[in-house]
């Protein structure tokens, strides 16, 4: 009964503070940058600008050669602006590349200079031999001139380059599931980082705002247990987890997540994290004073994401930090079919090491509740 | 009598090593008894305290508050105790009522009225203003307020005066003297002496971490205080001042002789102060 009368009130209290409003606020935006700012497949095909300085003949011939890789098979008439112009050019889109043939050399290097953006001029020498001049911008690796020199002179080496790569090994990260669009792949990430991981720093913000007002003490001296007082802060801290995360999910994912997944998950994994804050805030007198182990705490948070968004980089010691888990198990949460069980093990996992943390938070709060 | 609160050879240090900020201290409190705890700032005063309430723990010593070994402290304690912070601690987003309304749901006795409490303490009319909104005095006045909600059968009071007007203070000493006479137990710390002079039954002087000397203030006074009466007369035309003791060196005939002979101006008695004696038993002033 006391329990709920601390939650209770710690509703109340969160309900008139600024920190319930920004999480609320932040969902909405996260929100807002997935329907208007993240396209569903991001556009990265790349783009090349070309000038053909050939006779017309063969310019034609050119010209032809790309229709028959268009996706459309049909020429666009395309602008391009550069450095204050606009310049008109034939627009080929293929499978890798979005392809433009401009009109003159003079669009050609003012593309180049004002966009930065490697150009090729073709043109034929007095031998009739096609030369390719690329205008590089500097910042081009050596591997991809190697590229250029190897593709220009490919007929020299034709054997090797096809043997070479027929026998390139190419497998599938997540075979059997159906790949997320680009939209829906920041859907984890959002939760990680929005849902779980802003527990910690909430709850330190809410316990540093109270020690700096001596609550914890006055709580201390009534016949309500601190364990108490630090639960009811985390299931405030948790609920408002909920709601950000369903703020940000239904609308992207509809009914496609498996959502008493995502609440068991979200309260568990909350429930951990929540838990780590408190064990921090407790050696600390503010906020200030736990910027360090905070940011600390943070940085190795966010190191999974660069194993998120590059599969094949995932190291085993990337793997054992929880929000490696977190990102794993929010994916298979809102895939069509997902793997709830490593979704049960994760939230099992997280339930136990967070009530290990949670004891000894407790133990330590007890410990410090005159500082 | 009923011990409510007994405390053998306590030590305490905060870093764990010889540096002692509570030096084997020993007290024992009576049921319904005004116990001062009175010395300057880091004496041990709050520390003493906390260890009683269980903000602290306990190193080394054997300590009983209501019946409760403080080694293994139990929640049911605290429906006993009463604690009124020097620093004022409320919700400041809650209003004055919410405070109190939250609190008395935290324990396990019969709590008071909200509304009676307001009253008392004289919040009366702002019970439903936000508590971060109220002055220092008024927040004080809360916290002081909320030390009472469960009917505690001891109250401790960390500088219960301090920071309040002479009407607000003299208000507060009332409400002491008024839950006393109903036989709470009070553990006042504080190093104003006037207010230990007022209340209490019997006093600590506590320095250094130490206690030098315990006793009620009257016997304090008739021990280590000189009596003397100051008197302004006139003597051949001029105000002359003197100070004439009446207990030794034949002061008190010449304090006759004074009488008989010269113009009185003024007369008082004085009394030694329970500042002067502490200065006096302890060499250190109490700031």
Not at chain 1, 62 to 68: D, P, R, S, T
Request: glycine share 6%.
């Amino acid at each position: 009964m006391k329990l709920w009368h601390s939650f209770s009130k710690e509703l109340i209290l969160s309900s008139k503070s600024w920190y319930f409003y920004i999480e609320l606020v932040m969902a909405i935006i996260l929100l807002l940058i997935l329907l208007f700012v993240v396209p569903e497949d991001f556009d990265s095909k790349g783009k090349e600008y070309i000038y053909l300085d050939l006779p017309q003949v063969v310019q034609e011939r050119y010209a032809k050669n790309l229709l028959e890789e268009d996706l459309d098979e049909i020429t666009e008439q395309a602008e391009v602006k550069a450095g204050g112009s606009v310049f008109k050019a034939r627009l080929y889109e293929t499978e890798e590349s979005k392809i433009y043939l401009l009109d003159s050399l003079d669009a050609l290097m003012a593309i180049s200079k004002s966009e930065s953006v490697p150009a090729v001029h073709v043109r034929a020498n007095e031998d009739n031999q096609v030369i390719h001049t690329y205008y590089l911008q500097g910042y081009e690796t050596v591997k991809l001139k190697n590229l250029l020199m190897v593709y220009h002179n490919r007929l020299a080496a034709h054997d090797v380059i096809e043997e070479y790569a027929e026998n390139i090994p190419i497998r599938s990260l997540y075979q059997g599931e159906e790949a997320f669009n680009d939209r829906e792949n920041l859907i984890p990430v959002f939760l990680t980082f929005n849902g779980s991981l802003m527990s910690l720093f909430i709850i330190a913000a809410y316990i540093f705002l109270d020690k700096s007002e001596g609550i914890i003490k006055a709580y201390a001296v009534t016949a309500s247990s601190v364990w108490h007082y630090l639960l009811s802060k985390i299931g405030v801290i948790t609920l408002t987890s909920i709601v950000t995360s369903f703020i940000i999910t239904v609308p992207v994912m509809g009914l496609q997540p498996n959502y008493a997944a995502l609440v068991l998950f979200l309260v568990t994994s909350g429930f951990f994290v929540a838990s780590l804050g408190l064990l921090l805030t407790s050696y600390y007198k503010d906020i200030v004073e736990s910027f360090g182990a905070m940011y600390i705490v943070i940085l190795i948070m966010v190191m999974p994401n660069i194993s998120y968004f590059t599969p094949s980089w995932s190291p085993d010691w990337v793997k054992i930090i929880p929000s490696y888990v977190m990102l794993q198990s929010f994916k298979e949460i809102i895939s069509v079919n997902g793997n709830m069980s490593y979704v049960l093990v994760a939230s099992l996992a997280f339930a136990v090491l967070g009530l290990d943390i949670f004891v000894l938070a407790n133990h330590r709060f007890k410990k410090t509740l005159s500082l | 009598m009923k011990k409510m609160i007994k405390v053998e050879n306590l030590y305490h240090s905060y870093n764990n090593d010889d540096n002692y900020a509570v030096n084997d201290v020993s007290f024992e409190i009576r049921k319904g008894e005004i116990f001062g705890f009175l010395g300057p700032s880091g004496a041990g005063k709050s520390t003493t305290q906390n260890i009683l309430v269980g903000l602290l723990q306990l190193q080394r010593g054997e300590v009983e508050v209501a019946g409760y070994d403080i080694k293994h402290i139990k929640n049911k304690m605290f429906n006993k105790i009463g604690m009124s912070f020097e620093q004022s601690n409320v919700y400041g987003k809650m209003t004055g009522l919410e405070n109190l309304e939250f609190y008395r749901k935290l324990f396990d006795v019969e709590t008071r009225e909200p509304m009676e409490l307001i009253r008392m303490v004289g919040l009366d009319g702002k019970e439903n203003i936000k508590a971060g909104e109220y002055s220092k005095g008024m927040k004080h006045r809360l916290t002081f307020a909320r030390s009472m909600i469960n009917n505690p059968e001891i109250w401790f009071l960390d500088e219960p005066t301090t920071g309040l007007d002479p009407a607000i203070a003299a208000n507060i000493k009332d409400i002491i003297r008024q839950e006393n006479e109903k036989g709470v137990t009070v553990f006042l710390t504080t190093h104003n002496m006037h207010i230990a002079d007022e209340l209490c039954d019997r006093v600590a002087f506590i320095v250094d971490g130490k206690i030098r000397l315990i006793d009620s203030p009257k016997k304090l006074k008739l021990e280590y205080g000189e009596k003397l009466v100051d008197v302004e007369y006139f003597r051949e035309g001029e105000l002359v001042k003197d100070s004439f003791s009446t207990v030794a060196g034949g002061g008190k005939d010449r304090l006759v002789d004074v009488i008989r002979n010269h113009e009185i101006q003024t007369m008082h008695t004085k009394e030694a102060t329970l500042e002067e004696i502490f200065i006096s038993v302890t060499g250190r002033g109490l700031v």
